[in-house]
């Protein structure tokens, strides 16, 4: 009975070390990610473009997070909270987070993080609205907002990214970020790449939220901008994962495309919209009005769609993006500064500038970017107006747009999980400082603002009434928007994207074809 049970023994010790010896073995999961640009700084409340907006997310968190656009706001730091009323809410967070150097954060920690980005004053979407925030205890914050506008709690809640103030005032996280998240930075070459690794200490391991999952050891952000380039890399394996194929490469993967069989795509109409602003400070020639609704005029935007785009989207009829609850259908219908370069001829002249003019666009390397430039260039050039383009990657892009010096038009996109908060980022005056971000000052426009936005007054005849006159005064013109594309690998399956659309590659879940690919 005793060699019997001891040969059991044997047996089932010698299969336990099969078991851990198959799991210590087990081919690491390795993925890799094309980024347009460099993340510029790992700081936590440095301006977001480009990398920033994939990378960040896997190594800071926030109190909250948005699974979907304009969703609910879900616990990651926090536990919940409480309205208090008068726009006053109270949260708890967990009182066992870490972060990768072993700090305890707290709620003091919270109120730092908050106070800090709004000093730094690099991210007023998310910060605009916050009056007040301070720590009752060690794990709880009063936060008050100045504003009841849709949107505007769940921007507070799930925007600020929270740190150590022990860490972040030893070092201000610009090259070495120090994070309570899912990763790590292992290795960063500037302009090409960033590797990120499995956080083996994760505060919340046995208890993650969806947003947190670690489900790849390594992810391998590569800074990829060229079209061409971008699709060998995809062909190639090099990548594993785009949203950056252009318009005229996609239908390589479009069913009966080449690559249809070898990789997965998933489409749908992008919530942003590609938008041109004028710079309306009094110093400059587009602070005339006429001369903003002369360049509407004189820019085919189904032109600009079909150049850019190849055709693949819709032109815009509003500054505002057709998924948001609020948009007026009526708006489709309406004219909007429709092609008509006579007319925009009569407003330079009116404007004093029959002689033409000469003037600055800027934009970022994003080639579609740099493609609708061009052809905004060709069409102001038919009205005697001469451009030029003016492209930096996102860093300084994301500095010069702030800049009222560095140019006269500039290119972004733009959306809202409402209307009425796609406005907020670009026109609210409490925001920037009394006027749009680019320099308009209108307080008829505010006050009309202001009652679309606020949950008392907002309804269908204020945010018409809100858009009618902005559409007049005009200090951006929407122009169009394309369809997003998402190319992932074979087996890279149940693609993770955030509320703005952004992979989350840790929280993607990877089958036996990825890994042994």
């Given at each position: 009975?005793?060699?019997?049970?001891?040969?059991?023994?044997?047996?089932?010790?010698?299969?336990?070390?099969?078991?851990?010896?198959?799991?210590?073995?087990?081919?690491?999961?390795?993925?890799?990610?094309?980024?347009?640009?460099?993340?510029?700084?790992?700081?936590?409340?440095?301006?977001?473009?480009?990398?920033?907006?994939?990378?960040?997310?896997?190594?800071?968190?926030?109190?909250?997070?948005?699974?979907?656009?304009?969703?609910?706001?879900?616990?990651?730091?926090?536990?919940?909270?409480?309205?208090?009323?008068?726009?006053?809410?109270?949260?708890?967070?967990?009182?066992?987070?870490?972060?990768?150097?072993?700090?305890?954060?707290?709620?003091?920690?919270?109120?730092?993080?908050?106070?800090?980005?709004?000093?730094?004053?690099?991210?007023?979407?998310?910060?605009?609205?916050?009056?007040?925030?301070?720590?009752?205890?060690?794990?709880?914050?009063?936060?008050?907002?100045?504003?009841?506008?849709?949107?505007?709690?769940?921007?507070?809640?799930?925007?600020?990214?929270?740190?150590?103030?022990?860490?972040?005032?030893?070092?201000?996280?610009?090259?070495?970020?120090?994070?309570?998240?899912?990763?790590?930075?292992?290795?960063?070459?500037?302009?090409?790449?960033?590797?990120?690794?499995?956080?083996?200490?994760?505060?919340?391991?046995?208890?993650?939220?969806?947003?947190?999952?670690?489900?790849?050891?390594?992810?391998?952000?590569?800074?990829?901008?060229?079209?061409?380039?971008?699709?060998?890399?995809?062909?190639?394996?090099?990548?594993?994962?785009?949203?950056?194929?252009?318009?005229?490469?996609?239908?390589?993967?479009?069913?009966?495309?080449?690559?249809?069989?070898?990789?997965?795509?998933?489409?749908?109409?992008?919530?942003?919209?590609?938008?041109?602003?004028?710079?309306?400070?009094?110093?400059?020639?587009?602070?005339?009005?006429?001369?903003?609704?002369?360049?509407?005029?004189?820019?085919?935007?189904?032109?600009?769609?079909?150049?850019?785009?190849?055709?693949?989207?819709?032109?815009?009829h509003a500054f505002a993006s057709e998924k948001s609850p609020d948009y007026?259908?009526?708006?489709?219908?309406?004219?909007?500064?429709?092609?008509?370069?006579?007319?925009?001829?009569?407003?330079?002249?009116?404007?004093?500038?029959?002689?033409?003019?000469?003037?600055?666009?800027?934009?970022?390397?994003?080639?579609?970017?740099?493609?609708?430039?061009?052809?905004?260039?060709?069409?102001?050039?038919?009205?005697?107006?001469?451009?030029?383009?003016?492209?930096?990657?996102?860093?300084?892009?994301?500095?010069?747009?702030?800049?009222?010096?560095?140019?006269?038009?500039?290119?972004?996109?733009?959306?809202?999980?409402?209307?009425?908060?796609?406005?907020?980022?670009?026109?609210?005056?409490?925001?920037?400082?009394?006027?749009?971000?680019?320099?308009?000052?209108?307080?008829?426009?505010?006050?009309?603002?202001?009652?679309?936005?606020?949950?008392?007054?907002?309804?269908?005849?204020?945010?018409?009434?809100?858009?009618?006159?902005?559409?007049?005064?005009?200090?951006?013109?929407?122009?169009?928007?394309s369809y997003n594309y998402f190319v992932s690998a074979k087996g890279m399956?149940?693609?993770?994207?955030?509320?703005?659309?952004?992979?989350?590659?840790?929280?993607?879940?990877?089958?036996?074809?990825f890994i042994s690919k």
């Amino acid at each position: 009975m005793y060699k019997k049970f001891l040969a059991l023994a044997l047996s089932v010790l010698m299969l336990l070390t099969v078991v851990n010896a198959g799991a210590e073995n087990a081919a690491p999961i390795n993925v890799n990610i094309q980024i347009g640009a460099d993340v510029g700084s790992m700081a936590p409340w440095a301006s977001d473009g480009g990398g920033r907006m994939l990378i960040m997310p896997e190594i800071y968190e926030t109190l909250f997070y948005q699974r979907t656009f304009g969703g609910e706001a879900i616990p990651l730091l926090a536990t919940g909270y409480t309205a208090l009323g008068n726009n006053v809410y109270q949260i708890t967070i967990h009182d066992d987070i870490y972060d990768t150097a072993g700090n305890h954060i707290t709620a003091a920690d919270v109120e730092y993080s908050y106070k800090q980005d709004i000093a730094e004053g690099n991210q007023a979407s998310y910060v605009g609205n916050i009056g007040d925030i301070k720590a009752i205890d060690d794990y709880t914050v009063e936060i008050t907002l100045t504003s009841n506008g849709l949107g505007v709690m769940e921007d507070a809640f799930c925007g600020i990214r929270i740190v150590s103030q022990k860490q972040y005032e030893t070092d201000s996280m610009g090259s070495v970020p120090v994070g309570t998240g899912p990763y790590v930075l292992k290795d960063w070459a500037v302009g090409s790449s960033v590797v990120l690794e499995k956080n083996p200490n994760y505060w919340n391991a046995d208890d993650r939220a969806e947003v947190a999952q670690a489900n790849c050891d390594t992810i391998t952000y590569k800074v990829i901008s060229e079209p061409a380039q971008i699709l060998i890399s995809m062909e190639t394996g090099d990548i594993d994962y785009t949203a950056s194929i252009s318009t005229a490469d996609i239908h390589h993967f479009l069913e009966g495309g080449d690559d249809a069989d070898k990789f997965n795509l998933m489409y749908y109409p992008a919530s942003l919209s590609q938008c041109l602003f004028f710079n309306c400070d009094e110093s400059n020639p587009f602070s005339d009005v006429r001369l903003r609704q002369a360049i509407c005029y004189a820019i085919d935007n189904q032109g600009c769609l079909d150049g850019a785009y190849d055709g693949l989207g819709n032109v815009c009829h509003a500054f505002a993006s057709e998924k948001s609850p609020d948009y007026v259908e009526a708006w489709k219908t309406q004219p909007y500064y429709e092609y008509d370069p006579a007319k925009a001829q009569e407003l330079i002249n009116e404007a004093g500038y029959s002689g033409g003019m000469k003037i600055r666009l800027l934009c970022d390397a994003l080639p579609q970017h740099i493609m609708l430039a061009e052809i905004i260039q060709m069409y102001l050039a038919e009205v005697g107006i001469e451009v030029e383009i003016n492209s930096y990657d996102d860093a300084l892009f994301n500095t010069y747009r702030y800049d009222k010096t560095q140019w006269d038009l500039h290119i972004n996109n733009k959306a809202g999980a409402y209307v009425v908060q796609q406005w907020t980022y670009s026109l609210d005056a409490n925001f920037f400082g009394g006027s749009t971000c680019n320099w308009l000052v209108d307080d008829k426009w505010q006050k009309l603002y202001e009652t679309a936005l606020s949950t008392d007054t907002h309804s269908e005849e204020t945010v018409d009434a809100a858009w009618q006159y902005l559409k007049e005064i005009n200090p951006v013109y929407g122009i169009c928007f394309s369809y997003n594309y998402f190319v992932s690998a074979k087996g890279m399956e149940n693609l993770y994207l955030t509320d703005k659309d952004n992979i989350m590659p840790g929280a993607c879940t990877y089958t036996d074809e990825f890994i042994s690919k």
